[in-house]
């Protein structure tokens, strides 16, 4: 007779077999680690282009590969790195984060782009989130179940702050993130709405989860692409307000990590 899988509950108080710190050791070894010391703050961006974009006025350099490039910015002595090109989605966030913990990590952003769930919000608008609604499947690996994750409040409040004081309005709050962006239904819409999700996404819960876990600061940043508040699918005439917000809450999170 086949023995039953135990519950996913149970599963999570049970040690790994395989962890991150013996991935970071292993590419030590193998000389295919990234040219990294002291690491002390991580961000996560989804637009690939970024670090290479603003180079000149965020002198960075590309200091190694973990599935996607890493660039450490130089002001910091490389204490501070931005990976990006890595896709998408809280199982590769959550996987690179469990190594950037090990390798010494204290602090870690995600920067991307999501959907608006509240008729006031305009394609550009920045959304500094601070919990995330667990709909995606990584999570439940690591935490009992529940509804939410919570990243780290002081984290965000930095970052809101820091916005702010460039003259710029961002929103503070929740946002849903998701495994599956092609099953946003009405009905799941109207659900988060009501519980006052601004965003969807797909990688926030991911990383808050390991932050709770891993004991480090996580917050994130997202960025207004499209929207879905009035349960169909409104996209921007440009992205030029989009690129311009993706820029500023870059260097916003660089300036919160450096600092």
């Not at 008729?119 to 709909?135: F, H, K, M, N, S």
């Not at 916005?163 to 710029?168: A, R, T």
């Not at 999700?197 to 994130?220: C, D, N, P, W, Y």
């Not at 307000?241 to 500023?248: A, F, G, M, N």
Request: proline share 5%; glycine share 8%; net charge positive.
């Amino acid at each position: 007779m086949n023995k039953l899988k135990p519950e996913q509950n149970e599963l999570i108080h049970f040690p790994a077999v395989l962890n991150a710190s013996d991935i970071v050791a292993y590419r030590r070894r193998l000389g295919r680690h990234p040219k990294i010391e002291n690491l002390k703050g991580v961000l996560f961006c989804l637009e690939r282009g970024l670090p290479r974009k603003l180079r000149w006025k965020i002198p960075a350099h590309l200091v190694g590969r973990m599935n996607g490039d890493v660039y450490g910015i130089k002001r910091t002595q490389d204490k501070v790195v931005v990976i990006t090109d890595f896709g998408g989605g809280s199982p590769i966030v959550a996987e690179l984060a469990e190594e950037f913990a090990a390798m010494g990590a204290q602090k870690m952003i995600l920067l991307t782009w999501g959907g608006g769930l509240q008729t006031t919000l305009a394609a550009g608008d920045i959304i500094v989130c601070d919990r995330a609604a667990r709909d995606e499947g990584t999570s439940s690996h690591y935490l009992p179940p529940a509804p939410y994750v919570d990243g780290n409040s002081s984290l965000a409040g930095s970052l809101n702050e820091r916005i702010k004081s460039k003259g710029i309005n961002c929103k503070l709050g929740l946002t849903w993130t998701t495994d599956a962006p092609y099953r946003e239904t009405r009905q799941a819409i109207e659900h988060y709405q009501s519980e006052g999700a601004l965003t969807v996404e797909m990688e926030s819960a991911g990383l808050f989860t390991i932050g709770q876990v891993r004991a480090v600061k996580t917050a994130s940043l997202v960025v207004v692409m499209d929207n879905l508040a009035a349960y169909k699918w409104i996209v921007p005439d440009r992205l030029t307000p989009i690129q311009k917000s993706l820029e500023i809450a870059y260097r916003a999170a660089i300036d919160v990590l450096a600092g």
